[in-house]
């Protein structure tokens, strides 16, 4: 991060997402505004950042998400790369539980 100019140092995630009872396409805005209403406030506090659909297939979503990287590391301390996916995952599900997303680096 350089935190001397305030610019966050954000790290994509590669994001499968079902979205339950969806079977027409869905616009990219709509899928994206979709996968942030799962977990509001992860969104709104700056952890998860930018959403971007790359496709999506009989309600499968296929995303790349930008995480900040220092806000991860300040809540749940440094991780691994299949930690962050996990994180990224357990974030993305508003930390339920429930699992309708995988993750993976982008």
């Not at 995630?13 to 079977?23: E, P, Y």
Request: net charge neutral; proline share 2%; charged share 20%.
């Amino acid at each position: 991060m350089l935190a001397a100019e305030g610019i966050a140092e954000l790290r994509r995630a590669r994001v499968l997402h079902r979205f339950l009872g969806v079977k027409d396409d869905l616009t990219p805005t709509q899928a994206c505004l979709r996968l942030v209403s799962q977990a509001p406030l992860v969104w709104a506090n700056g952890l998860l950042q930018e959403c971007e659909l790359k496709n999506f297939i009989n309600g499968i979503a296929d995303f790349v998400v930008y995480v900040n990287v220092a806000k991860l590391c300040a809540q749940y301390g440094d991780a691994d790369e299949n930690g962050f996916s996990w994180l990224t995952m357990r974030l993305l599900n508003n930390d339920t539980g429930k699992c309708t997303t995988a993750t993976g680096t982008a």
